[in-house]
């Protein structure tokens, strides 16, 4: 089957393949399954901010949740508010569709619209 390519997340293939590939992923369910887009969604945000945990040598604390991580006020000092902000949709919105919630295809383009943001501020600030 091969990677699957992505039309807005590849800028991030080199240094974090995986997200690239969950973005691809993500694309792909956006029209015909968008709550699988959004669980692909989160997943990719769950790495997103663990990454920064590592890279920025943060406490994570013992068994913190996504929302533990995400609001943590020294999470919070380094990211900018517009990215919180992003991560924050795709997080509640990841949740709905894990838990079985409807979602529309316009809520998960959207989202992948939010995830790609937050991946251009990755590739930005840290892409090197």
């Not at 996504?66 to 990211?79: E, G, N, P, R, T």
């Not at 959207?110 to 251009?120: N, P």
Request: glycine letters at 6%.
């Amino acid at each position: 089957m091969g990677t699957p390519k992505s039309v807005n997340f590849e800028m991030l293939r080199t240094r974090w393949p995986e997200l690239a590939n969950l973005g691809a992923v993500a694309e792909q369910y956006v029209h015909t399954d968008p709550e699988s887009c959004l669980v692909k969604l989160r997943n990719y945000l769950e790495l997103v901010v663990r990454w920064i945990y590592r890279d920025q040598r943060l406490e994570q604390g013992y068994r913190a949740s996504l929302y533990d991580l995400i609001k943590d006020d020294v999470f919070q000092s380094v990211i900018p508010t517009s990215v919180t902000l992003k991560m924050d949709a795709l997080r509640i919105h990841g949740n709905r569709a894990a838990h079985g919630d409807h979602i529309k295809p316009k809520d998960a383009l959207w989202l992948l619209q939010e995830a790609f943001y937050v991946g251009g501020w990755m590739y930005l600030s840290h892409g090197n």
